[in-house]
């Protein structure tokens, strides 16, 4: 089974992923995590994340890896635990910049395909999981939410590590982010024409599991149906 989720920034993509795949016993690739892990190989090899060429050549080199259940995911660079380097805001930014430079997201596609294939089933959350890196994914969610809450939602968690945070700078943050994942050339965020739009806004996280695992039981109870017949 492969299971996309899909959203933009703040629509709690990563914690559903992890939710999902522990009640499942899947596989969980967070893809937005080996985003950041390029973008910290591209900070510590010294380019500049304008320089696409040497950005593009950084990440080619660079062995990313995850590892772990879970709960307990470890984001491996170079064979080396980065899970909360990645968390800094440097990061995060520079994340954002370079996934719209075409050979990072071919390089990082291919990896997140060849993670996927070796395992008998998968979890992946991302920004084109279910229109680029697995579109014959069995089931396909796409998570949405309100731009102020969504920024609510990442403000809370970026101020327990980043002291100087305001929900201003966060907010314009998400704006930024949403436009350029909307609009770059390759693999813009979309909405797959198969996928479960789920708004949750006004929703609990339970909520909104609860909603998705409903889905998937109902999709694997059509599933054996269909094989009995």
């Known amino acids: 089974m492969i299971i996309a989720i899909d959203g933009p920034s703040g629509a709690g993509k990563s914690t ?53 259940d879970p709960d307990s995911l470890q984001v491996m660079l170079n064979g080396r635990d980065v ?18 430079i075409p050979e990072v997201r071919r390089t990082l596609v291919n990896r997140q395909r060849e993670m996927g294939n070796r395992a008998s089933g998968v979890v992946l959350d991302g920004r084109d999981i279910g229109t680029v890196v697995f579109p014959q994914a069995d089931i396909k969610f796409f998570l949405t939410a309100a731009t102020e809450e969504r920024a609510a939602r990442r403000y809370e968690e970026e101020r327990v590590k980043e002291r100087d945070a305001t929900f201003e700078a966060t907010l314009a943050d998400i704006n930024t982010r949403d436009r350029r994942d909307s609009t770059r050339d390759d693999s813009p965020l979309r909405i797959a ?6 708004d949750s806004t ?15 039981r109902e999709r694997n109870m059509d599933a054996r149906e269909g094989i009995n017949s």
């Open 16 to 68: 559903l992923g992890r939710m999902i795949a522990r009640a499942l016993h899947l596989l969980y690739i967070d893809t937005g995590a080996m985003y950041r892990a390029a973008a910290l190989a591209v900070i510590r090899a010294g380019v500049s994340t304008t320089d696409e060429g040497a950005v593009a050549d950084v990440v080619a080199r660079a062995d990313i890896n995850l590892a772990g």
């Open 83 to 100: 899970s909360e380097e990645i968390r800094t805001e440097e990061v995060s930014h520079s994340s954002s910049v370079i996934s719209t």
């Open 193 to 198: 024409d198969d996928a479960i739009v789920i």
């Open 202 to 216: 006004k929703l609990s996280i339970d909520e909104v599991f609860e909603r998705m695992m409903a889905v998937i």
